[in-house]
């Protein structure tokens, strides 16, 4: 599905992808994260370098998992050219597509482990860090060494274990596109993105009541 919010005269595209989740506490979530830090998460992600470092469409295109106890989801979110939304979209689905597609190269998947590994410290380097991560760990009910076996888990992920990740939960054709931005300029463009042919569009206003329905 998309939603479309228009924003007359916008020089940028605000652009929020939304997938499926983990639920807090999913044994997957060391797998998860390294899957996300090559695929969207890191600055040299597919993505990313994609969208910035190659097109030069965007000062950047990140994704992250917001988990939670009940449904959590994977966003990625930029703000990209409004003349180029349209290539920026297609090249996001084909970027899922080629990950979902053959296991991430031996160093790739190292810089993405190694990315996660080194920015634990970061999470407990100060107090109110560590009073944090503390509190998380005990309002998810979640052992009093997560951080430890986290990151013993992280160590261990290998490509096979991303690729059947990537597999399961990057489903292409399960993403909710929301864009907000100058429909006389956009709208053309995601008209011929081969990714959303025949996908329910909604638009909506800024208070989100659906002003018009139809499909791409």
């Known amino acids: 599905r998309v939603v479309f919010l228009d ?8 652009l929020s992808i939304f997938g499926e989740g983990l639920r807090t506490g999913d044994e997957r979530e060391a797998v998860a994260d390294v899957a996300n830090a090559a695929l969207g998460g890191n600055f040299t992600s597919r993505i990313n370098h994609l969208l910035r470092e190659v097109r030069g469409f965007t000062y950047g295109a990140y994704s992250r998992w917001a988990d939670s106890k009940v449904d959590g989801l994977w966003a990625l979110q930029g703000g990209i050219r409004s003349d180029a939304t349209g290539q920026a979209v297609q090249d996001i689905f084909d970027q899922v597509k080629g990950f979902r597609a053959k296991p991430v190269p031996a160093p790739e998947l190292l810089s993405a482990r190694n990315s996660q590994l080194l920015a634990m410290p970061g999470h407990v380097d100060n107090l109110p860090a560590l009073a944090g991560q503390v509190g998380a760990v005990w309002l998810n009910g979640q ?10 888990e992280l160590g261990q992920v290998d490509a096979k274990a991303v690729h059947g990740f990537a597999r399961s939960q990057f489903d292409p054709n ?12 956009v709208m053309p463009q995601l008209r011929k993105v081969k ?3 025949g996908v329910d569009l909604l638009e909506v206003d800024a208070a989100g009541v659906v002003k018009q329905q139809g499909k791409l």
């Open 7 to 14: 924003k007359p005269g916008s020089p940028q595209t605000g």
């Open 143 to 152: 052992p009093a060494d997560q951080m430890q076996r986290l990151a013993r």
């Open 174 to 185: 399960r993403l909710l596109v929301v864009l907000v931005g100058d429909r006389k300029v």
């Open 195 to 197: 990714a959303l042919k």
